[in-house]
Nanobody, 126 residues
């Protein structure tokens, strides 16, 4: 059974930093892709950042230059380092990962994010 568990959230003042960690059991982060999402009442759920392939990363425009995603390739941890936090970054942050299967001797990635953590709250105040 795959389980993802986030940690590292908390309350910080604007301009502060946090580092989120997602620890996986029954799963290793691989080229299929993993991501950080966040959800707030105002904005709903949005993808913050994604990492896939050998290390290709994408970021939402709102966090570019402030957030950095990284992973232990073939390992059990995914990270999101957040700097210069803004009040608008307040949300519950979730890690997500795609299933990787072997078909006809090759790896195949799921189209969707199959595994999700429970979330960790990040609150940024002025």
């Amino acid at each position: 059974e795959v389980q993802l568990r986030e940690s590292g959230g908390g309350s910080v003042q604007a301009g502060g930093s946090l580092k989120l960690t997602c620890i996986a059991s029954g799963y290793v982060f691989n080229a299929c892709g993993s991501a950080w999402y966040r959800q707030s009442p105002e904005k709903g759920r949005e993808m913050v950042s994604k990492i896939y392939g050998p290390g290709t990363t994408t970021y939402d425009d709102s966090v570019k230059g402030r957030f950095t995603i990284s992973r232990e390739y073939d390992g059990g941890r995914l990270y999101l380092e957040m700097k210069d936090l803004k009040i608008d970054d307040t949300a519950v942050y979730y890690c997500a990962a795609k299933e990787r299967s072997v078909q006809e001797g090759s790896y195949k990635c799921s189209d969707d994010f199959d595994y999700w953590g429970q979330g960790t709250q990040v609150t940024v105040s002025s």
